[in-house]
């Protein structure tokens, strides 16, 4: 079973500080996801990255795929009470499933 | 609004029962997948259907069965309930399978008691 890991588990920083949050795992995958999940709701996708190396930017948020598809990175800039949510990664494995990652918990502060 | 609906919100039942959960996907997606999120975990796939065929299967437990009718919602349902079965169940849609973007409800928090 492909696992993804994800770290800081929590992360609880003042409004506009950097934070950046670590999607790995030993196993290739052919796409990745990151979605964020709000209290009460269900996850929204933030974005799909594919290629190998591929950089990505939302406004403040940049993710980056890993050269060898392995790992991912999401990178907030100046984050805002807005942003506080859990931020999830998901990868595509080799049996079609998405899998998803254990979860990064952020609180920002004002 | 993903457009996926989940009913019901909230359910609390005691052990032993059986229950239903349910999900209409969004207008032209023909996957359905169901997902259980605890408290100390992350989501945890159960089993996907596609077009009314079960696609692919999780860690889903012998106690639940899913089903996607010809209208494209789908069911789940748990029988023999355990207090560990109290979780958020969440449904999402997507056009095909595969890596596609997933759209989710707003889930069915469970509770047993």
């Known amino acids: 079973t492909q696992l993804l890991e994800q770290s800081p588990q929590f992360l609880s920083i003042q409004e506009g500080e950097n934070l950046t949050v670590y999607c790995n795992s030993s196993s290739v995958f052919s796409s990745l996801q990151w979605y964020r999940q709000e209290p009460g709701e269900g996850p929204v996708l933030l974005v799909t990255v594919v290629t190998g190396g591929e950089v990505k930017k939302l406004k403040r948020l940049t993710f980056q795929f890993g050269d060898a598809r392995k790992d991912s990175s999401l990178h907030i800039t100046a984050a805002q009470p807005g942003d506080t949510g859990l931020y999830l990664c998901a990868g595509e494995d080799n049996t079609d499933k998405l899998i998803f990652g254990t979860g990064t918990r952020l609180q920002v502060f004002p | 609004d993903s457009g996926v609906t989940q009913t019901p919100k909230h359910l609390i039942t005691a052990t032993g029962q059986r229950v239903t959960l349910r999900c209409s996907p969004r207008?032209?997606?023909?996957?359905v997948y169901w997902y259980q999120q605890s408290l100390d975990q992350g989501l945890q796939f159960l089993i996907q259907?596609?077009?009314?065929?079960?696609?692919a299967k999780g860690n889903i437990l012998e106690r639940f069965s899913a089903q996607q009718f010809p209208d494209l919602h789908s069911e789940l349902n748990l029988s023999s309930l355990e207090l560990g079965d109290s979780a958020l169940y969440f449904c999402?849609?997507?056009?095909?399978?595969?890596?596609?973007?997933?759209?989710f409800g707003n889930g069915t928090r469970l509770t047993v008691t």
């Open positions: 259907y596609y077009n009314g065929e079960e696609r």
């Open positions: 207008s032209g997606d023909l996957s």
């Open positions: 999402a849609s997507s056009v095909g399978g595969g890596g596609s973007p997933l759209h």
